[in-house]
């Protein structure tokens, strides 16, 4: 199993939450410190590069008009990860593909970090939370559709060397498709694509051999994810995988781990009105029956209501000394019937550095070697070889 | 609070290639197009009962509404077309047309294509052209506001729209949802509007009366002015005490103000 570092670098200086009652899309930015947002920024990518110093793998990702997320560009820290970096394999979850105006540049920006970085690349393609939609402007109806236009557009750009193609798809056109760099690692590089309720597009990951990765779920759902990319998982000659995303805090002490963990749960209350949790469209018509009868309201409300420990029970929090921890990614590991790549959110809220720092080391010094008996579920040898 | 009317109701599917459009038809009299709302509240509105005691009202809906499928190339420009499709092929003839809220756009969109089958046309608070400039906020974003926000904006009594869904079945809740739905696939962006629109609207020459809501917050009646100054010839009425959809909370008044108009 693969271990990968990450933090959303939030941006926790604000004023009382009950004076908000949006923490997306509505936050005025004068509300934005740019020395503190300076001083984070930077901070945030220096533990990224010791968490790589460290041996693990380092994961970004991106959100826009949000304090929840200040790196709004994911292939900007990613560039700068592959150059300040060294061994860590570089996740992106994801190039928001269903939001970005030309899938072409984004098949263009990983190949060109894939070859500042030697091949380190792990290319996640989404459609996007909904708050992204605001953003962006997409239109909410058709993000699957634009998500999978746009993985067959940039999937062609990266494999076919022969000169120029044109594409004339349902969403964009373009007439002289011929990108240079293309990416270093050969085929290409793994496309890893999230996904929480949706289960015919969790079918088609599967099916296109894509590795799948879902975030902070109770592991009986997680399982029954897990259960249907296996019985649907088709190999492409890329290797596919599962991923699961879980706050993770080691401590000397279970209350140390616990208090860092409440501070990295800060996640779970950032608040968002309603309208921008359940735009039209961006779930199945089921989901908005109950919607309508006010049975479902765009997210995990039950598990945000949830305090720690239930949290933990349900490995949407691993947390405690190093022989808590590794205890529970095992159970975790056999309660979801195994798994690749274990996505670690080990910073958030106002956990300090000196904290975050220490989270990395412990669990890379005193968890993961002990953890080398958890093999690959699904995943098999890889990254392949580089271009000749 | 609104709930779905018991009167008899009858419905055609009309086949258009692989676009199937539902045709509902209540009442006895002259034929009369009516274009629902996005939120078809029409159906659940003594004014459906009452237009239908003088006419016999044929309610289209639009692909994606009602039972109406949605192929996924259908635009709003496409949308009109087929609604102008279903007119010729039920021998509707010189009838009037009443169009509310996203169903006065289409009307206004079918009405510039070709108005020869409308004898009058009946807008009430329609969605459709921009006014102002980039920065101007013509029509209030729906899917922006808080739902309570939205209530305020939309009615002049925002308890003259509760409904209570939670008792209705799935099925019917089912058709409202994926009303929300298609509504959001017409009208994201542009936002409730088609830029080339206003330049179309001197084609229409079929006698036209804006009817607008006092109290509209999210179409103001300085934007239904400015709609109506578009159209050669067309009248522009105010109704008191009335939001966004006036024919629905104001019946009475409303129909003081049309009646006059189509007879």
């Not at chain 2, 086949?15 to 002259?30: C, D, F, T, W, Y």
């Amino acid at each position: 199993m693969d271990y990968y570092y990450f933090t959303e670098m939030p941006y926790p200086h604000l004023p009382p939450h009950d004076e908000m009652s949006s923490m997306r899309l509505t936050m005025p930015s004068k509300l934005f410190d740019p020395k503190i947002g300076h001083q984070l920024l930077n901070r945030y990518l220096d533990e990224y590069c010791y968490a790589d110093d460290m041996g693990l793998n380092l994961m970004v990702n991106e959100h826009r008009s949000s304090v929840v997320c200040i790196d709004v560009a994911a292939p900007l820290s990613l560039a700068i990860l592959a150059r300040q970096t060294k061994n860590a394999r570089l996740l992106v979850l994801g190039n928001s593909l269903a939001n970005r105006d030309d899938p072409i540049r984004v098949a263009e920006e990983m190949a060109m970090v894939d070859c500042i970085s030697g091949g380190r690349v792990e290319c996640g393609m989404v459609r996007g939370v909904t708050y992204e939609i605001f953003a962006a402007n997409t239109n909410p109806t058709m993000t699957n559709e634009r998500l999978w236009e746009g993985i067959d557009m940039v999937t062609k750009a990266w494999t076919m060397h022969d000169g120029p193609f044109n594409y004339e798809g349902r969403f964009w056109h373009r007439r002289n498709i011929n990108i240079w760099p293309r990416p270093y690692q050969q085929p290409r590089p793994r496309i890893w694509v999230t996904g929480s309720n949706d289960f015919e597009n969790l079918k088609t990951i599967a099916q296109e051999g894509h590795v799948y990765a879902t975030f902070v779920q109770p592991h009986a759902k997680v399982r029954q994810l897990f259960d249907h990319y296996r019985a649907n998982y088709v190999d492409n000659g890329v290797p596919g995988g599962l991923a699961y995303m879980a706050f993770v805090s080691v401590a000397e002490t279970d209350e140390e781990a616990m208090a860092n963990a409440d501070e990295i749960a800060w996640y779970m209350r950032t608040k968002a009105e309603p309208q921008f949790r359940n735009v039209p469209g961006y779930v199945g018509l089921e989901y908005n029956v109950q919607a309508l009868k006010g049975a479902y309201t765009g997210r995990t409300d039950a598990v945000r209501a949830q305090g720690l420990e239930y949290l933990r029970e349900n490995h949407i929090l691993i947390a405690g000394t190093p022989d808590k921890v590794e205890l529970q990614i095992r159970q975790l590991y056999d309660r979801v019937g195994g798994l690749d790549h274990l996505l670690m959110m080990m910073q958030c809220g106002y956990l300090s550095h000196e904290k975050t720092m220490k989270n990395i080391r412990m669990f890379a010094q005193e968890v993961m070697p002990r953890l080398k008996d958890l093999g690959p579920c699904i995943n098999r040898a890889w990254p392949a070889q580089a271009a000749e | 609070m609104l709930q779905p009317l018991t009167m008899p109701v009858t419905s055609e599917i009309v086949r258009i290639g692989e676009v199937e459009i539902e045709a509902q038809r209540r009442g006895r009299g002259q034929p009369l197009l009516l274009l629902p709302g996005e939120d078809a509240l029409e159906i659940e509105s003594p004014f459906l009962a009452r237009l239908a005691e003088s006419y016999e009202v044929i309610l289209l809906w639009p692909p994606g509404f009602g039972r109406s499928n949605r192929p996924e190339w259908v635009t709003m420009d496409d949308v009109s077309y087929l609604c102008l499709d279903v007119m010729a092929r039920l021998g509707l003839s010189k009838v009037p047309v009443i169009g509310c809220s996203l169903g006065g756009w289409i009307a206004v969109e079918m009405a510039t294509k070709n108005d020869a089958l409308m004898s009058k046309l009946v807008l009430v608070d329609p969605y459709g052209i921009k006014i102002g400039g980039p920065m101007d906020r013509d029509i209030a974003d729906i899917y922006m506001v808080h739902p309570t926000k939205l209530a305020a904006l939309k009615w002049a009594d925002p308890s003259k729209g509760e409904r209570d869904l939670v008792s209705r079945p799935d099925d019917e809740l089912f058709i409202i949802a994926r009303n929300i739905e298609s509504c959001a696939r017409l009208c994201w962006e542009p936002y409730m509007h088609n830029p080339k629109l206003r330049r179309r609207l001197h084609r229409i020459t079929a006698p036209t009366l804006f009817v607008w809501g006092e109290k509209d917050g999210i179409v103001t009646p300085d934007y239904g002015r400015a709609y109506a100054a578009g159209v050669s010839g067309a009248k522009f009425e105010l109704v008191a005490n009335a939001g966004h959809l006036p024919h629905i909370e104001q019946t009475e008044a409303f129909f003081a103000a049309v009646n006059p108009f189509l007879a």
